[in-house]
C-alpha cells in the first residue's frame, strides 16, 4: 500500500510561483507512474501533470509551459513547480500514485492542499 502526503499550496497573486511536494510512503517501489490533479468547486478532477518511472512526463495545453512535475527518488517525494500562476488555476490540488501488485492495479490519492490565485 501507498500513503500520499501533499504540502505547499497557499495564497498567491497571480503571476507568482509555488511549490507542490508530495510524500509518498509505504510500498513504494510499486509505483509506476505519479501525478499532480486539481479540482475546482463544481468541476470534475483534471490531470495537471504526470510522470512515468521513466521520466516521461506529460502536461495538458492549460498549464504547459509553467508547471514541472519532478520527483526525488532517494527522498520518496513528488514536486509539482508552478509558475506565471492564474486565477483560473485556482483549485485543490491532488497527488496521484498508480501501483502494481500481485491483485492488479492501485490508484492512490492524497488528501489535497488548497492553492489560491488572487487578482
Known amino acids: 500500500?501507498?500513503?500520499?502526503?501533499?504540502?505547499?499550496g497557499g495564497l498567491v497573486q497571480a503571476g507568482g510561483s509555488l511549490r507542490l511536494s508530495c510524500a509518498a510512503s509505504g510500498n513504494t517501489f510499486s509505483i509506476i507512474r505519479m501525478g499532480w490533479y486539481r479540482q475546482a468547486p463544481g468541476k470534475q478532477r483534471?490531470?495537471?501533470a504526470a510522470i512515468a518511472n521513466g521520466g516521461s512526463t506529460n502536461y495538458p495545453d492549460s498549464v504547459k509551459g509553467r508547471f514541472t512535475i519532478s520527483r526525488d527518488n532517494a527522498k520518496n517525494t513528488l514536486?509539482?513547480?508552478?509558475?506565471?500562476l492564474k486565477p483560473e488555476d485556482t483549485a485543490v490540488y491532488y497527488c496521484n500514485a498508480l501501483g502494481l501488485n500481485g491483485l492488479g492495479q492501485n490508484d492512490y490519492w492524497g488528501q489535497g492542499t488548497q492553492v489560491t490565485v488572487s487578482s
Open 46 to 48: 483534471e490531470l495537471v
Open 1 to 8: 500500500q501507498v500513503q500520499l502526503v501533499e504540502s505547499g
Open 79 to 84: 514536486y509539482l513547480q508552478m509558475n506565471s
